[in-house]
């Protein structure tokens, strides 16, 4: 017997039944001809800032819809189209835009941050923003995607980053079966060097590119880049995010805190404003409490869940994503966490990077190599080795929900891996080709405008009306009850929040957390 069946076997249908998971969505609102909305968060949205279901991400016009917690596949999508629809409904004239890389963008100076009003967290969430667009540029922020949050009983935190390494390994399959962005609009490359090519006037592409979002010209930094972070343990992990948070970075410190008009251009001149300001294809998580760092709670607590990160929008699928790719992700998981991880050094850490980069640019192309154990591999071959290593664990998921469902999610994709004809990144150049005139924004705007219908015309029950228009009007209250609660001045509340010692110890609960930033 295998060690990744004795292992499946050891796992029993109570934990396989365990498994949770949670999906935040991001989108652009966009007007009704393809460019960003500059209007603020709708108010019958409620407030970003403590909004359980809604919020923004980067930019005030970024949305990002949140489910709960969920033991149910078609749960977790049930609620995530039941904000769609609610959300659908506030909008008016605009529209959620459904692909990854942005609609036509205005000049990078008037991308709205997100605004969180004026409490010192809500101040926080801001000025941080304001520091990624000093750092980054605020381009390369509208980029939206779909994170997958997910956990099962009874894990290690040496389990958690045993699948977090094998995860790092195998992720340019997940780049292949389900990248949707192989094009862009052309405003998003302007004034930048890039190796993509012109489609149409308006329109750069990769002939063979699975998702952009994850290529060169998506989250990208090469501050970030010197970074060695290591996945072999979570004290290892939590030392290099440490050191990152805490150390001076030149760049930064030439910006500057603040502006000569007195207002802040960053949380910090470190090279990691926060944690969040790490990226990577997958984070190990854990809920924080009120005024705890995220970095504290994994310490003190361990690892909670991972969150994916790697997802692209789907544009063919209203909500962004359908039960079958959920599936596949579950059993792609599992077999992370089954499989042996040794662990993992610098070399195969440059060489994961490199892996990442081909299959997003070139990933459908016949042939392609990725590199293996210091050897050349074909993708397809790899890809194939990884998902018939998935049939037992798909068997196993099937029995314990009396289903098909998650053998036909693997099979589905070994058929993509033996016919690249039938990818998401195909099938939108395709469409771009066939009735776009291989225009990116007039495909996308035309998906957009079909999922606007197509959830509008969707009965919203009375019940869950009534509950969401309840949230909104109690996170708005809220929001108030926060900005009349602040007791200290910002600059000392920012003090406060980037204290290294917040990084090792637990402050005062009454401090407000930045959640979610």
Same mark, same amino acid.
């Given at each position: 017997?295998?060690?990744?069946?004795?292992?499946?076997?050891?796992?029993?249908?109570?934990?396989?039944?365990?498994?949770?998971?949670?999906?935040?969505?991001?989108?652009?609102?966009?007007?009704?001809?393809?460019?960003?909305?500059?209007?603020?968060?709708?108010?019958?949205?409620?407030?970003? %800032?403590?909004?359980?279901?809604?919020?923004?991400?980067? *930019?005030?016009?970024?949305?990002?819809?949140?489910?709960?917690?969920?033991?149910?596949?078609?749960?977790?999508?049930?609620?995530?189209?039941?904000?769609?629809? !609610?959300?659908?409904?506030?909008?008016?004239?605009?529209?959620?835009?459904?692909? /990854?890389?942005?609609?036509?963008?205005?000049?990078?100076?008037?991308?709205?941050?997100?605004?969180?009003?004026?409490?010192?967290?809500?101040?926080?969430? /801001?000025? $941080? &923003?304001?520091?990624?667009?000093?750092?980054?540029?605020?381009?390369?922020?509208?980029?939206?995607?779909?994170?997958?949050?997910?956990?099962?009983?009874?894990?290690?935190?040496?389990?958690?980053?045993? #699948?977090?390494?094998?995860?790092?390994?195998?992720?340019?399959?997940?780049?292949?079966? !389900?990248?949707?962005?192989?094009?862009?609009?052309?405003?998003?490359?302007?004034? &930048?060097?890039? @190796?993509?090519?012109?489609?149409?006037?308006?329109?750069?592409?990769?002939?063979?590119?699975? /998702?952009?979002?994850?290529?060169?010209?998506?989250?990208?930094?090469?501050?970030?880049?010197?970074?060695?972070?290591?996945?072999?343990?979570?004290?290892? $992990?939590?030392?290099?995010?440490?050191?990152?948070?805490?150390?001076?970075?030149?760049?930064?410190?030439?910006?500057?805190?603040?502006?000569?008009?007195?207002?802040?251009?960053? #949380?910090?001149?470190?090279?990691?404003?926060?944690?969040?300001?790490? $990226?990577?294809?997958?984070?190990?998580?854990?809920?924080?409490?009120?005024?705890?760092?995220?970095?504290?709670?994994?310490?003190?607590?361990?690892?909670?869940?991972?969150?994916?990160?790697?997802?692209?929008? =789907?544009? !063919?699928?209203?909500?962004?994503?359908?039960?079958?790719?959920? &599936?596949?992700?579950?059993?792609?998981?599992?077999?992370?966490?089954?499989?042996?991880?040794?662990?993992?050094?610098?070399?195969?850490?440059?060489?994961?990077?490199?892996?990442?980069?081909?299959?997003?640019?070139?990933?459908?192309?016949?042939?392609?190599?990725?590199?293996?154990?210091?050897?050349?591999?074909?993708?397809?071959?790899?890809?194939?080795?990884?998902? @018939?290593?998935?049939?037992?664990?798909?068997?196993?998921?099937?029995?314990?929900?009396?289903?098909?469902?998650?053998?036909?999610?693997?099979?589905?994709?070994?058929?993509?891996?033996? =016919?690249?004809?039938?990818?998401?990144?195909?099938?939108? %150049? =395709?469409?771009?080709?066939?009735?776009?005139?291989?225009?990116?924004?007039?495909?996308?705007?035309?998906?957009?405008?079909?999922?606007?219908?197509?959830?509008?015309?969707?009965?919203?029950? +009375? *019940?869950?009306?009534?509950?969401?228009?309840?949230?909104?009007?109690? /996170?708005?209250?809220?929001?108030?009850?926060?900005? +009349?609660?602040?007791?200290?001045? !910002?600059?000392?509340?920012?003090?406060?929040?980037?204290?290294?010692?917040?990084?090792?110890?637990?402050?005062?609960?009454?401090?407000?957390?930045?959640?979610?930033?």
């Amino acid at each position: 017997m295998s060690q990744l069946q004795q292992a499946l076997d050891e796992l029993g249908p109570a934990r396989l039944k365990g498994i949770r998971r949670g999906i935040e969505k991001e989108s652009l609102r966009a007007t009704s001809d393809a460019k960003l909305a500059l209007t603020p968060h709708p108010a019958a949205l409620g407030s970003a %800032l403590t909004h359980p279901h809604i919020t923004t991400d980067y *930019s005030e016009a970024q949305l990002e819809l949140i489910t709960g917690v969920h033991d149910s596949v078609e749960q977790c999508l049930e609620e995530l189209l039941r904000v769609h629809q !609610f959300v659908y409904r506030q909008l008016g004239d605009e529209l959620m835009w459904v692909s /990854s890389m942005p609609c036509n963008l205005p000049a990078d100076e008037n991308i709205p941050i997100g605004r969180y009003g004026s409490s010192n967290v809500g101040r926080a969430k /801001s000025v $941080y &923003r304001m520091g990624l667009a000093h750092r980054y540029g605020r381009r390369m922020q509208t980029i939206s995607g779909i994170h997958y949050n997910w956990s099962l009983p009874e894990v290690s935190d040496a389990q958690y980053f045993a #699948l977090i390494r094998n995860f790092r390994r195998h992720a340019f399959l997940l780049l292949y079966l !389900f990248g949707a962005s192989p094009a862009a609009c052309s405003s998003f490359v302007l004034g &930048r060097k890039h @190796e993509l090519q012109l489609l149409n006037p308006q329109t750069v592409y990769m002939p063979y590119g699975t /998702s952009l979002r994850m290529g060169r010209l998506g989250y990208q930094s090469e501050a970030q880049a010197s970074l060695a972070v290591s996945y072999n343990s979570l004290e290892g $992990y939590a030392a290099s995010l440490h050191d990152a948070l805490t150390r001076p970075y030149p760049a930064y410190e030439s910006v500057g805190l603040m502006n000569p008009g007195g207002e802040y251009n960053q #949380l910090a001149t470190t090279l990691l404003q926060i944690e969040n300001e790490f $990226y990577g294809t997958i984070r190990p998580k854990r809920v924080i409490k009120p005024g705890e760092r995220p970095l504290h709670a994994l310490r003190e607590r361990g690892v909670e869940y991972v969150e994916i990160r790697l997802m692209d929008l =789907d544009p !063919f699928v209203p909500v962004g994503i359908k039960a079958q790719t959920i &599936r596949f992700l579950d059993v792609f998981l599992l077999h992370c966490l089954l499989s042996d991880s040794p662990p993992d050094t610098p070399s195969e850490i440059a060489a994961l990077g490199r892996n990442q980069h081909r299959t997003a640019a070139y990933g459908r192309e016949p042939g392609l190599q990725l590199e293996r154990d210091g050897a050349q591999v074909e993708l397809s071959a790899w890809g194939m080795d990884i998902v @018939e290593a998935c049939m037992p664990i798909a068997a196993q998921l099937d029995a314990v929900h009396s289903t098909t469902d998650y053998s036909d999610a693997v099979r589905g994709a070994e058929a993509l891996l033996q =016919d690249p004809r039938l990818l998401p990144s195909a099938l939108v %150049l =395709d469409a771009m080709a066939r009735d776009h005139d291989n225009s990116f924004t007039s495909f996308v705007l035309a998906q957009s405008e079909q999922t606007k219908s197509k959830l509008l015309k969707l009965p919203l029950p +009375a *019940s869950a009306l009534a509950k969401m228009e309840a949230q909104v009007r109690q /996170s708005a209250a809220d929001q108030l009850a926060l900005e +009349a609660s602040d007791s200290v001045p !910002f600059e000392v509340f920012r003090q406060q929040y980037i204290s290294p010692d917040r990084l090792r110890l637990v402050r005062n609960a009454s401090t407000p957390a930045l959640v979610a930033v």
